[in-house]
């Protein structure tokens, strides 16, 4: 199993601004993905990002809102780009075991207003 | 992408066992069955995996019948620390992308 860990665990934020979302797991990793969960909803993926290359975005979600670094095997980063209240949400990131099985990290909430 | 449906909540008391059916009747030769666990604040937990038959492992059981466009997961002996949302999932585990439903909110009662 893998053990994630996602700075920060909460922030409020101003519409405008951007915030980057940090995720850390405690081992080498190839894919990992982050997931967006509106209140009250289920989780939809963000997009995929695999160390090496750029990172594979699912449809209604642009690099240009949501652009993605994945330096190495073990971090990768989440920023949420020009906040709106409708980027409300936790972002969860993934990492994916040779099992298929898919760890999640604890999420981080975004309010932002 | 399979399309799952399932129950939006159930309720159930201390010591029973829960079942949680899940539709999928277009579920392709290649998709397997998973079911994550998700407690409020924290992120999704895989409980169980499997392509047909039964499946069993500490936590709950997932029983699939031939014809694959169902499955139930189940869970014995509930405690309270059971009450959570549960999601089923079809796919192809070669795609590596989970599609989450709406889940069922599974709420243990003493």
């Known amino acids: 199993s893998a053990v994630i860990s996602q700075k920060p665990s909460r922030d409020i934020c101003q519409r405008g601004t951007s915030l980057t979302i940090q995720c850390q797991v405690d081992s080498q990793v190839t894919m990992m993905f982050w997931y967006r969960q509106q209140p009250g909803q289920s989780l939809t993926l963000i997009a995929t990002a695999n160390q090496g290359s750029e990172a594979t975005y699912e449809s209604g979600f642009v690099i240009d809102k949501f652009p993605i670094s994945r330096p190495n095997l073990t971090f990768s980063t989440l920023t949420v780009s020009n906040m709106s209240p409708e980027d409300s949400s936790i972002y969860l990131c993934s990492v994916e075991d040779a099992g298929y099985e898919q760890y999640f990290g604890p999420g981080t909430r975004l309010t932002v207003t | 992408l399979a399309k799952t449906t399932q129950p939006i909540s159930m309720d159930s008391y201390e010591g029973q066992e829960v079942n949680i059916t899940c539709s999928h009747n277009?579920?392709?030769?290649?998709?397997?069955i998973t079911w994550y666990q998700q407690f409020p604040s924290q992120g999704p937990r895989f409980i169980i995996q499997?392509?047909?038959t039964k499946v069993t492992n500490e936590v709950a059981s997932l029983f699939i019948p031939a014809d694959r466009k169902s499955s139930t997961l189940s869970l014995p002996r509930v405690s309270l620390s059971d009450t959570a949302v549960y999601y089923c999932l079809v796919g192809d585990l070669n795609n590596h992308k989970l599609s989450f439903g709406a889940g069922t909110t599974v709420t243990v009662r003493a």
């Open positions: 277009n579920i392709a030769t290649n998709d397997y």
């Open positions: 499997g392509y047909k």
